[in-house]
């Protein structure tokens, strides 16, 4: 904390640091106004029918809790829409900060910058009723299985490093929610969040076998920001706020309920 409000403040007291992190100050790309990226379409549990500016999904209160931290009304923020990849490659942005799901890694901090984590992702099975693991307790249990995941994801490296077969590998993860309805996986892994989604809405009959034991170290998302940018400093403050006065913890209660229906899976 003592890093980020040094960054941010002109001065060392308390109150030059919450000055310099608010509106008037803030160099944001709209000046007095907070510009917030998403996806399109932004799906459930992250956004609610599509609509950021209702505030309702995860992602969606995340904005505005992160928004009212730094001193902006509702009526302040604009949202724009962005693809996935085009927001994690280099250049000058039209946001301020965009949040769609995107993992604090090494190689995309080399290009742009992220706050604080917002939320740590475990990773979860989704198959179906009747399937091969349906009812599966275990980790050992699903050696046999045929497994799948998204090219360049973290659940790709659980199923190798954590389960310890092979998966079959998908450009992502409509391709491995294809694969799975057509019986060519058992499973396929991914975030909770999506897991639940998933077995709720995409696959018929879809349930989650349980959920990976954490490893304390898990796929953390981070509000993303163009490299150097001016306000990175305020809004990795703002998270580390809402983080502390458990408005986060609320909002992640509310929208992800994410110990619901998952059972850890035993080793």
Known sequence: MTVSLSACAKSDSAESASASCAPAD??????????????????????????????EGFEGAV???VAKQLGYSADQVTWVRTTFDGAVTPGEKNFDF???QFSITE??????????????????IVSYKGSKIAGKITIASLKGAKLGAAVGTTSLDVVEKQIGVKPEVFNDNAAGVS?????????LVVDLPTAFYLSGVEVKDGIIVGQLPSTGSGDQFGLLLSKGSPVTSCVSQAVDAITADGTLAAI??????TDA???VLKP
């Not at 995309?108 to 984590?117: A, G, L, T």
């Open 261 to 263: 229906g998952a059972p």
């Open 26 to 55: 803030l160099k944001t790309v709209t000046a007095n106004k907070l510009t917030i990226a998403t996806g399109e379409p932004a799906y459930y549990p992250w956004v609610i029918d599509d609509k950021p500016e209702s505030g």
């Open 252 to 257: 992640t209660d509310k929208w992800l309920a």
């Open 63 to 65: 904005a505005y809790a």
């Open 179 to 187: 694969a799975l309805k057509n019986g060519q996986i058992d499973g």
């Open 98 to 100: 965009n949040l769609q």
């Open 107 to 124: 190689e995309r901090s080399k290009v742009v910058d992220f706050s604080s984590p917002y939320y740590t992702a475990p990773q979860a």
